[in-house]
Every structure is written in C-alpha cells, then in structure tokens.
C-alpha cells in the first residue's frame, strides 16, 4: 500500500440535503481521519443514507462542505468520489451476476480489459485480497458466489480503485454472524494500513463493539458524538430516540372516554415474510375502542408484514385477526375494510394510493363501486368529483388538479388525501402504518391531531411508526416489536423509555417484558 | 470546464403534469413535418427526387376516394389488433397473441360462412361470423389467460407462442391437407370461396363495412375503460397491483375479462378481414403480421383507443403508399427507411409533449469561468 505522509482525513460541515421541500440531512458534521473506525448511528429514517449518497457522490449537497485532507472539494459524480479516494459500500450490492470477480472489480475501467490486463488485474486481486483477508477467486462469476463473499468483492472493489476512505452502509445486514465477524477483522486491518473506514449502522452493539468514535444522527441531525469507550448502550439510546420525552403529556387531556371493548384483536399471527422466513411470530394483542395502541421497533422486525396481515393484503399461516367482533382471518381486504377496518399503508404512493392516476379516481378507490359513484356498472363522473372535492376540501388536500396523476403532489397531501379517504368511509379501528414519515412538521401534525380525534371518537387506533417519539407521544399502548415478535409491552403512565429503547435494538433480555 | 458536458449537465426534464391539446395534436405534426424533411435528404442522396416521391407516396395513398378507401380498408384490421393491445396493455397484460387470435378468428368465421347455409339472410350470416370470430378470438386468448390468472404464468411468452401455433394449424387446413375449408375443385391449394351472403357491404368502393365497425369498436372500448366500473378496475390494476389488491380489486378475474376482450377484438379482425377482404381463408394474405403491426400501434397512440383509429390510419398510408414509391424508381430499402423515420419521428416526438425540456440556469459555467 502507498503510504501517505500524512493521514487521509475527511470532515463534513453542515451538511444539509432536502428532497421536494422535505429535509433529510438537515445539518450534519462529523469527521474521520485515516487509522479511525468512525461509526455514524441512527434509526431507519435519520438521514444516514442520504448523507453517505452525498459522500459517495450520487447526490449533491443542498449546503455545507465535505473537506477531503483539508481541501473542500465538490464531488460531481460517483466517479469523482473514488477518484478523490472516497469508496463506498452499498448495502444492496452493485454487482454483475455474470462477470466474474475480477471483471466486476475492474468494470468501468476500460484500460483493465483485455486478456493480458486481466491477468494483471487478477494477481492484483489476489494479492489485496490475501493482505486484508478478504479471501474470494477473482476468476469465479458472481452469480457464484455467496453474500458475504459477494461483500468481499464490492470491497475489494475499493480498495482496487485506491480507496482511502471506506464507507461501509449498514454491512452486516445481510451476513451471517460468522461472516460478520470476518468483515470486522478485514476492516481492522484495513485501519491498520491507513485507512479511514466509515461504519453506518442502527446497531448499537455493532457500533460500541467496532468502532473508535462514534456520531451519532437523528432526524437528519446530530444528536450526540463521543469516543466510543466513554458510551454505554443507555447513553446511545437516549441519543438514538432523544431524551425530550419525559412524560409530560401525561398532563394533557387523555382519552375522552375509558378505553371500551376490543375493536381488534390479533391472536396468535404467524406470518411469513417476503423470503420465506417467519416474519412475524405469534403476535397476540388487542386494541380497545378510544385507545391508540403504537407499535415500536427498528423498521425491518416484522412490522410491515404484521399490519399487511392485519388489512389482508399478505396472508397469514396461522392465528386469527378479529375486527370488530367479526373473524376476519380468512377475508380479503375489501371484506375487512367491510368489517370496519380502515388502513393507511406504509407506501402511500403505489399502495394507498395509484400514481399515475388523478385525485378523483383516488379518493373513491374504496367505493367506485356503490352508489352514488357507479350505478349499473357505469361510473358517474359527477358524483365522483363532488365527492372528491368535499374531501379534498374537508382535509385540505392542496396541489391537486383534475386530471393530473398525484404522483405530482407532495407526501403530505397525498397522506392527507389517504386519511380524507379513509376517514370518510364508514369504520371502526384504524391501522396506521409509519402516517408521518417523511411529512413536514405541520403536515405530520395534521396527521397526528387525525389520530386523536379517532381515538376521542371512540375508535381503536393501531399506530405503526419508526419514530419511537412519536410513538411515545401518541399512544396509549405502547408494543415493542423484534425479530417477529412482541417482546415488550407498556401500558400509559408505567412507559420506561430506556427498557423500550434497549428492546428495540435487542440489547436487553430476550424474555418479553410486560409492565402492563 | 468543456462547454458540450456542461451544457448536458444544465439540460432539466421535467414532466409534464398535463399536456395540452394543442401540443397533443402539436407535437406529432410537426415530427411528421420533421421526418419528411430527413426524409428529402435521403432521398436527394439516393439520386430521386423528393417532391416527385411524396408526391406519389400522397396520391397513392390519401389522394381521391380510390386511394383514401384503399387506406382505410388495410386500416381497418389495424385499428382492431391495435385495440386488442391497448385493452390488455392498459392493464399491463401484454398480450402479443393478436396475430394468432386473429387466424383463430378468420378460420371461425370461414368455417360458419362455409357451413351456415349459403341463402342464410345477410345480416344473420355476417352476425354469425363476427361473432364466431370473436369467440375463437377469446377461446385462443384462454389457453394463455387461464394460467396467467390463476398460475402467474408470463401471458407474453404463451399469447408469443399460440401465434405460431395458429398459425401452423391455419396453413395446415389450407395448404397441409383436403380440409373443409380448401377449395377441391383447384389443382393449386386454396380456400373455398365464401357465398356472397357472407361478403361485407361496401361502404364506397371497396372500402367495407369492417371499417365502420371498426371505429365504432374503437368508440366503445374507449367508453368502457372510461366511464364503467370495470374501466375504472383496469385503469387501477393497470397503474398499480398494489393499490389494486388494497381497493379490494380480483385481479384474476380482471385478467381474464380483459384477455377476454382482446382476443375478441383481435378474433373479428380476423373474420371481418376473410368477410371483407380475401373471400376465403388465405393463409398468404392474413399472415401478414397484423397483430404485431397491432402492437406499435397501441404503443404510438399511447394506449389511447381513440387514438389508435388516427395511428393506424397513418400507418396505413405510409405502406400503402410504399408500393406506388418503389414504381417511381425509389430503392424498396429507401421505401422501408422513410416508413421507420415516419413513424419513429412520430414515436419518439410523445417525449416533448410528456416531457418540459429546460436549462437550468449556468451556475456550472459561473464556477468554471475562473478556469
């Protein structure tokens, strides 16, 4: 390895990056030097990727500076960053299945291709391969190849290029504890010669156990920093989640009425995930009329296949969905939308709503079917427009015209447009599926007063977030979710958010906990 | 800082929420102008004269009622395969088997107008047949619709294969074997002739009546993927599964319906075209990849049934008046490439109506002046 006379040093200023109006990285600074493993945390949503995007150069920052060895430099293109030496490693590789190893390493590089450049090329592989222990064939096609060596090759890929500064996106997501155990050693000795690695993670254990220092990020901003021996599990949960909650709202007026009988009740749900695997383990629970019960977990713990179970768009092998005193385990969503169940779906733009279509078409998806919207098969265009209009006037849906698909309006007016059309419809419980992510801040308000109200209205609310704050805020209930199961239960004035806070990233005892 | 990437660098698409009319009806205007203008330089390349070539190429084709009902007439098949794949493409089931349905419907039709008795009424006999034909249509559309339905199988690669079967199945009956449908009395292998109750009336000249029906088909597919409930179904599945299975939408059903409908339509092409047209099954003269034709057709009128009528007009045109340019001396290869220019220039011209194409202001040339 070339060795510099002084070592690679980074450091990101200010940072801030918005996306349609809305922040992701809104002010973010931190700083890495070569020989350090710099670990940057925070939940699903905390700005993490946006802001390695903007390192790795794929997007370009809105303001602030990146200043590599002392220069600030504008990074223009992805090329550009692994020119300067910025090499990044994404979570979802970016590898061609039927190229070999060394073909993927090289790709890009016109100059490598060739017969006798390639066998240079391999030898190069193999030898940068042996040095950081990152042992795979440079001759072997990909599609070969298992994950974790598939990891290797997107590494070693950097390292070809001449990266001095690795940025590791969420890397043990997709390994197995064995290989993940491996990754660290190769990273340790890439620190060892030089390098500045930069360690993205939601892992508290992998953060604390990893790396030298650590930055910590919520909601697009810093939100704690510190050498990484002086932190404990309790201090970076505080920082992960925030420490502004204390339960003053407990004060507040709460629920209008005692919390009354079940409106849905889970029992036992076994559902499996997109891959095969048991997403969610029997999961038991039941939310009570003018009560909010919020789900809480890290995004990927089996979230989105429980309350898709829930509203009937993804089918369970086991267990029983009641809603409303009816079993619903065996309908499909239109039935239980029947039964009373109303449902705001994590992905607003292709399930809760079709985007190429017009806000007309939208707000009647649930009922183009019954009068006054159709009659005999016919659709009646005037009715459809009178409708729409009264809730796009009742909910303040704004930047909508006819016939423009709404794909065209911003997330908070398609949420409200979803809540408007949800809302209307005859129900009694709601499931909200994350009603606020990536909202702005009188928009997510808008969301949550409609919360309340159905709550004070005497319906049950089933609240999905990854934004444990609001969770706390909101609910009466409060279900902690990992790895399919519920593992921690807390009824409203007894919510210990440390213990919560610890489930959620599995660092406390695997045994559920209740304090209901 | 060079200039060329720079400027790359500035160009903004962004797209349009609503096009208006006049840049809808704009737009593929001015390509048609923009293609023939290409087209002169190639021709003046070529050593032809180009006023003399789109001259002709105009007489042959939209000039008096002769050459107007002679468009029209090859029209008509086209505007019905290229509904039958708008109907499905709207719903994003690609259904390229019109060129199959379409045998299957003209094997159905000849059959009925061979069997039915030949003093059958006119109206009762061409009713039969356009109905036979459609029901062929969709019972050859099934065979792929089924396990698409109900299996998930890719409708693109069985409605693909069904075609070559049809088209087998069809030659066979005229050119493999004595069938019913081969004319014994002649040496050299041809259909039957089909009785004069079951020839479509003209509507001038030889233009037929397929071509009204043609039209009208086309006004009604367009109003029932507008204002029904089942439209509404499509358009929904069409945009998005997802938002479709959380309405509560079948999907299934949805596919077979709409297999359904576009194997009928591809089907009475089939018949209308031996009604109206060959008087018999004719291997020769149908296997001339209508269905396919179909397809671009849908595609350049977007899906739009009302604006695959004006689409398959044009395409029309273009080849029939690439005859008459080939009797002026034009080389049958400078005739095919002012017929892709054509309608590429056309294809290609949807992006800027879709599309707003803007610069966005030189803070890229700002900070490289210092350079």
Request: with cysteine; proline share 5%; charged share 20%.
């Amino acid at each position: 390895m070339d060795s510099p006379a002084h070592p690679v040093s980074l450091q990101v200023k200010d940072l801030r990056k918005s996306f349609y109006g809305v922040p992701a990285v809104d002010g973010v600074g931190f700083d890495v030097v070569g020989g350090e493993i710099h670990g940057l945390l925070g939940e699903n949503g905390a700005g993490k990727s946006t802001l390695c995007s903007m390192l790795a150069g794929l997007y370009r920052p809105d303001s602030g500076s990146i200043v590599l060895d002392g220069d600030t430099v504008q990074l223009r293109s992805p090329d550009d960053a692994a020119a300067r030496g910025i090499g990044m490693v994404y979570q979802h590789f970016r590898l061609v299945d039927s190229f070999t190893v060394a073909e993927n390493i090289v790709l890009g590089d016109a100059a490598a291709f060739g017969r006798k450049a390639r066998r240079g090329v391999e030898e190069r592989v193999e030898q940068l391969a042996a040095e950081y222990g990152l042992e795979v064939h440079p001759s072997a096609p990909v599609w070969q190849l298992s994950v974790g060596e598939r990891q290797r090759v997107e590494i070693l890929k950097q390292l070809f290029r001449g990266a001095r500064i690795l940025i590791l996106d969420e890397p043990t997501a997709v390994l197995a504890p064995h290989e993940s155990d491996r990754l660290f050693e190769a990273v340790r000795l890439m620190v060892a010669t030089g390098h500045a690695v930069v360690l993205v993670s939601h892992k508290m254990q992998e953060i604390l156990g990893h790396t030298d220092r650590v930055t910590v990020l919520r909601a697009g901003r810093n939100a704690g920093e510190g050498v990484t021996n002086s932190l404990t599990t309790a201090g970076l949960a505080t920082m992960m989640f925030g420490s502004t909650y204390t339960g003053a709202s407990d004060d507040e007026p709460r629920a209008l009425h005692t919390p009354g009988d079940d409106v849905l009740a889970v029992n036992g749900l076994q559902v499996t995930g997109d891959h095969g695997r048991t997403a969610v383990d029997s999961v038991s629970f039941s939310v009570r009329r003018g009560e909010i019960v919020g789900v809480a977990g890290v995004s990927g713990n089996g979230q989105r296949e429980l309350h898709e179970a829930i509203a009937g768009l993804r089918s369970s092998t086991e267990g029983s969905v009641t809603i409303d005193g009816h079993d619903c385990s065996k309908l499909g969503p239109k039935q239980r939308h029947a039964a009373g169940l109303a449902y705001i779906p994590e992905d607003r733009l292709g399930t809760g709503l079709a985007p190429g279509l017009p806000i007309e078409h939208n707000m009647v998806l649930r009922s183009f079917s019954r009068r006054p919207h159709s009659r005999a098969g016919w659709l009646s265009s005037a009715a459809i427009a009178k409708t729409s209009a009264r809730l796009v006037r009742d909910f303040d849906v704004r930047g909508a015209r006819d016939g423009m698909p709404v794909s065209f309006m911003s997330g908070g007016n398609l949420q409200k447009a979803i809540l408007a059309r949800e809302l209307t419809e005859h129900h009694e419980v709601l499931v909200a599926a994350a009603p606020t992510r990536g909202l702005d801040l009188a928009a997510a308000e808008a969301v949550r007063n409609h919360l309340h109200r159905e709550r004070d209205s005497g319906r049950g609310v089933l609240l999905f977030s990854e934004d444990l704050a609001e969770v706390l805020d909101l609910s009466d209930v409060v279900l902690v979710m990992f790895k399919g199961r519920v593992v921690g239960s807390f009824a409203r004035p007894d919510v210990d958010i440390e213990q919560i806070g610890l489930l959620m990233t599995g660092a406390a005892t695997d045994e559920p906990t209740s304090a209901t | 800082m060079s200039g060329i990437p720079a400027l790359f660098d500035r160009v903004v698409v962004t797209p349009r929420a609503q096009p208006s009319v006049s840049l809808r009806a704009g737009v593929p205007l001015l390509s048609l102008l923009a293609a023939l203008a290409v087209g002169a330089v190639i021709l003046v390349a070529t050593g032809a004269d180009p006023f003399e070539a789109y001259r002709t190429m105009f007489d042959a084709s939209l000039n008096g009622s002769a050459a107007i009902e002679r468009t029209l007439t090859y029209a008509t098949p086209l505007i019905l395969t290229g509904l039958a794949a708008a109907v499905a493409f709207r719903m994003r089931t690609y259904n390229i088997g019109a060129e199959g349905q379409l045998f299957m419907g003209a094997i159905a039709g000849s059959w009925l107008a061979l069997a039915l008795p030949e003093d059958l009424p006119a109206p009762l006999m061409l009713t039969a047949m356009l109905l036979g034909g459609a029901l062929a249509g969709v019972l050859w559309a099934g065979f792929a619709a089924v396990p698409k339905a109900f299996l998930g199988t890719d409708e693109i690669i069985t409605t693909l294969m069904l075609n070559f079967v049809a088209l087998a199945f069809m030659n066979y009956l005229i050119f493999g074997s004595m069938s019913f449908w081969r004319d014994p009395s002649r040496p050299v292998p041809q259909g039957k002739q089909i009785p004069d109750s079951a020839v479509l009336p003209a509507i001038s000249g030889r233009l037929h009546l397929g071509f009204a029906i043609a039209v009208v088909l086309a006004v009604l597919i367009w109003l029932l993927l507008r204002s029904s409930t089942f439209g509404f179904r499509i358009r929904t599945i069409g945009d998005s599964h997802r938002a479709a299975r959380y309405a509560g939408i079948g999907v299934p059903v949805a596919t077979l319906a709409v297999m359904s409908i576009s194997g009928a339509l591809a089907g009475v092409a089939g018949a209308i075209e031996v009604s109206g047209v060959t008087n018999r099954l004719d291997p020769k003269a149908l296997a001339i990849e209508l269905g396919y034709t179909g397809i671009v057709i849908a595609a350049v009128a977007r899906l739009h049934p009302l604006g695959v009528v004006p689409v398959a007009v044009l395409l029309a045109a273009i080849t029939t008046a690439g005859g008459s340019m080939q009797s002026i001396g034009v080389q049958v290869e400078v005739v095919v490439l002012l017929q892709g220019l054509i309608f590429l220039s056309v294809t290609a011209g949807e992006f800027f109506v879709t599309n707003r194409i803007g610069l966005r202001p030189g803070v890229v040339a700002a900070e490289g002046s210092g350079l």
